[in-house]
């Protein structure tokens, strides 16, 4: 099935919900013009679907393949990846001192998007760079800076980001890799790592791993724990890869999903001659990383976003030729696409509407980090509130509609030919990776909630308030996630820990159902005639009307006290 880049909804998102003709007014967004938007959103539109959709079957069907510890992706995407760093893409919003465009995060957002939708497996290559480079912005030294950021800010090289080991997931703090300090001012890394994303391929001619280790008399836990700059090849002096640095991909997984994506096994420092670099400062690995993360994070979200435009589209696009029966009550016995019948039609526009609600979110928060890069810090506070929302929500998002669209293509959704099952499977990963949603809940509740005493918090349900307060149902779900809020705030851990993932859902939903009630008030006071603006009210209220308390239904679990959780021994689940 083809794919066809959602440039309409794109497009009025960023005008209603980033609100982005406002960033031309700064000096460093000044070429943030209407007619740049547009010529980004159609020529990345254009670019996802003709470069990187045609490769989604071959991606999941062939994959990527090990062999001697080299990753050979399958044919056609080398080419495409080329045309992707000739292209630009990947320097939209890049820093203008190392060779990128110094365009807003939240337009190079829109490119992963579509480049997801198109072909999710693939378009991982491209999503840790970025990270990697915000990383040596805010913890580099200027010569790393100089030396590495040029490449990864084209794409010419990609980044990696190495935390997981096989002891040491969720619990970072029990990795074991190890750094030592050369005279020369270098660190000898000796390691493995697990579940790394493009650890090793042939697109690129390098390869920067950023690389969590500790130093011989670290302190225990997180706290011992730094971050090192890894390249696939050092460098010769001119710039360009030299030999090879010890490091090594050991394997790759077979996976449910994302077969196009190499999740490798890195294994440094066999031979005790893998050379590394130390970004920041001894022990201060966690700072840097979450840097990456936050970035990543955002980007995860928005995946789950990608997976549900093309689920939905698969969707629609199959439900509106497959016949069968007549409609029910209806006077004409003639059999019908299944498109009319009315449970084929709430599963399609659920699909839409969770899908343009948790776009609406990703949007909004990449927005925000837009502003926080404009000097605005509330702005910069709302974006770390929004991060684990957006992650979760919108993960959550894609697993659910990805399944709907298995359902709506019946028995052809569990055949593979149709590629509904792939989509299902692509999604699954996306609540797991880069901190899993339950983790991202304990952050909600364990960090988020008391930004600034609890006033970023307050102050965006104000905002929710002060623009939406027509909408009931949203008004009883922000008292619901205010209540749930305050309770949480004075709970023991287990308390808070158990609630927080029904809260997160009400609050993520709160915040989307926000941004939705937004777009329905353009839509009213609008002269919005179009088959799009159609649809958009169809799904706006949809949304608000049935989605919105759906959540509000989650209070009493956000409300809810640990002790059932804890009142059999761990033991009886087992018997």
């Known amino acids: ?65 090990w062999a001697d510890g080299k990753v050979t992706m399958p044919a056609g995407f080398r080419e495409a990846y080329r045309a992707y760093v000739d292209g630009g893409w990947g320097s939209l919003a890049g820093p203008t001192e190392h060779g990128g465009q ?39 030294t200027d010569e790393q800076r100089r030396t590495w950021m040029p490449k990864l800010v084209s794409g010419e090289w990609n980044g990696t980001m190495n935390l997981t ?34 650890g090793e391929h042939d697109l690129t001619d390098n390869i920067v791993h950023l690389v969590l280790a500790r130093t011989p008399d670290a302190p225990a836990g997180t706290r011992g724990i730094s971050l090192f700059l890894v390249p696939k090849y050092r460098l010769n002096p001119d710039g360009t890869p030299g030999e090879p640095n010890d490091a090594r991909c050991v394997s790759i ?65 199959y439900a509106a030729q497959r016949v069968q029966s007549a409609r029910a009550g209806a006077p004409d016995k003639a059999p ?45 506070a709302r974006a770390d509130l929004l991060t684990p929302l957006v992650k979760a929500y919108g993960t959550d998002i894609g697993c659910e509609v990805a399944s709907l669209g298995v359902q709506v293509h019946g028995g052809m959704g569990y055949i593979e030919e149709t590629g509904a099952a792939q989509h299902y ?69 287990d308390d808070r820990l158990a609630a927080s993932y029904p809260f997160l859902t ?23 005639s179009s088959g799009f603006a159609t649809m958009k009210r169809a799904a706006t209220r949809f949304y608000l009307d049935r989605i919105i308390p759906e959540a509000a239904g989650f209070a009493a679990q956000a409300m809810a006290r640990a002790d059932l959780l804890y009142s059999f021994d761990a033991s009886a689940m087992v018997d």
């Open 1 to 65: 099935m083809t794919y066809t880049p959602p440039i309409a909804e794109q497009r009025f998102l960023l005008t209603h919900v980033v609100k982005i003709d406002e960033f031309a007014g700064h000096e460093a967004f000044a070429e943030v013009t209407p007619d740049l938007v547009d010529a980004i959103l159609e020529g990345a539109g254009a670019f996802a679907a003709g470069e990187f959709a045609p490769l989604n079957r071959v991606g999941d069907e062939v994959g990527a393949r």
């Open 102 to 140: 110094g365009l807003p995060l939240t337009l190079a957002s829109i490119v992963m998007e579509d480049l997801g939708s198109a072909n999710m497996g693939f378009s991982l290559v491209m999503m840790l760079s970025p990270a990697a480079v915000e990383a040596l912005k805010w913890h580099g």
């Open 165 to 198: 080991e096989p002891q040491a997931g969720s619990d970072v703090g029990a990795l074991k890799t190890r750094a030592v300090r050369q005279d020369d001012g270098s660190y000898r890394i000796k390691g493995q790592k697990i579940f790394i994303t493009y």
């Open 253 to 317: 997984e077979h996976k449910m999903g994302i077969h196009a994506s190499p999740t490798c096994v890195m294994s440094y420092g066999d031979e005790d001659d893998c050379v590394g670099e130390l970004i920041g400062e001894e022990n201060g690995g966690m700072r840097a990383m979450f840097t990456m993360m936050n970035n990543a994070r955002l980007n995860v979200g928005l995946q789950g976003v990608s997976i549900a435009e093309r689920a939905t589209q698969a969707a629609v696009a």
């Open 336 to 380: 019908v696409a299944i498109i009319e019948h009315p449970d084929v039609r709430r599963m399609l526009l659920r699909m839409k509407a969770l899908t343009q609600a948790a776009r609406a979110l990703a949007y909004y928060a990449w927005g925000q980090t837009d502003r926080a890069h404009l000097g605005d810090e509330g702005a910069r």
């Open 425 to 493: 499977r692509d999604a699954r990963i996306a609540p797991i990776y880069e901190g899993t949603n339950g983790i991202q809940a304990a952050d909600l509740v364990g960090r988020k909630l008391g930004l600034e005493g609890g006033a970023v918090l307050a102050s965006l349900l104000a905002d929710i308030r002060a623009e939406a307060g027509g909408e009931a149902a949203l008004m009883e779900l922000v008292d619901a996630c205010e209540a749930a809020a305050e309770r949480l705030g004075a709970s023991d851990v």
């Open 506 to 528: 009400m609050l993520s939903a709160a915040v989307a159902g926000w941004l939705m009630a937004r777009q329905w008030q353009v839509l009213e006071t609008e002269s919005c």
